[in-house]
Each structure stands twice: as C-alpha cells, then as structure tokens.
C-alpha cells in the first residue's frame, strides 16, 4: 500500500456499507524526529512543541535507559545533540509524551 492509500484506510469510517472519509484533527502538537535510526555514538534529536517535554529512551525490554534534559517549548522545531554511546547494542525507542499523547522514534546506536 502507498502512503496515501494506507492513510485514507486509517482514516476511513465505514456507514451502512459505504466508506466516509473523516476528517483528522491532531490532539498534539508535538512532534520528534532523529537525525537517523541507526546512530553511531551520537546524532541530534529534533523536537517540536509549545511547551516543554522530557524526552526519555527506552530499550526494547520497555526499561527506561535514560532520561534527557527538558527541552523547552518553542514555536518551531529545536534541534539538540543526542549522545548514545553510554547504551548497549540494541534496540530503542526514545519518546516524548505530549499533553495527550505519546510520540516516539525507533533507533539503533552501532559502534
């Protein structure tokens, strides 16, 4: 499936039969993106929202690993150095939690 056809499938209600398309009002503003998702010792965290989170990095275990520094609210996307060379191989996830929701990002630090 296409982005747009895998999004119009989200998005869909089904009524008697018929697809009625509904529309979509984000709850959260906030938004984290990563430099890449494989980071060799470090990489930056890109993070947008009016006001401040505490992003946190989990491992695959759902243990939370480590815990950064709050990050303050801003109109437009900040961008902060990530340093992951204190985890272990693995998989993780950092994440951010908004007034009503959870956003996150799958990484994978390599050496």
Same mark, same amino acid.
């Given at each position: 499936?296409?982005?747009?056809v895998t999004w119009a499938a989200a998005?869909?209600?089904?009524?008697?039969?018929?697809?009625?398309?509904?529309?979509?009002?984000?709850? %959260? *503003?906030?938004? #984290?993106? !990563?430099?890449s998702d494989i980071i060799s010792y @470090?990489?930056?965290?890109?993070?947008? $929202?009016?006001?401040?989170?505490?992003?946190?990095?989990?491992?695959?275990?759902?243990?939370l690993v480590k815990t950064l520094e709050?990050?303050?609210?801003?109109? %437009? *996307?900040?961008? #902060?150095? !990530?340093?992951?060379?204190?985890?272990?191989? @693995?998989?993780?996830?950092?994440?951010? $939690?908004?007034?009503?929701?959870?956003?996150?990002?799958?990484?994978?630090?390599?050496?």
């Amino acid at each position: 499936m296409t982005e747009g056809v895998t999004w119009a499938a989200a998005n869909a209600i089904f009524e008697s039969g018929d697809v009625v398309e509904r529309p979509v009002h984000p709850k %959260e *503003p906030i938004s #984290i993106r !990563l430099s890449s998702d494989i980071i060799s010792y @470090g990489g930056w965290l890109q993070v947008r $929202s009016p006001y401040p989170v505490r992003p946190v990095i989990y491992d695959a275990s759902g243990r939370l690993v480590k815990t950064l520094e709050t990050i303050q609210g801003y109109s %437009e *996307p900040v961008r #902060i150095p !990530l340093e992951v060379s204190d985890l272990p191989r @693995g998989v993780y996830w950092i994440t951010s $939690s908004g007034k009503e929701s959870v956003v996150s990002e799958r990484f994978v630090p390599v050496r």
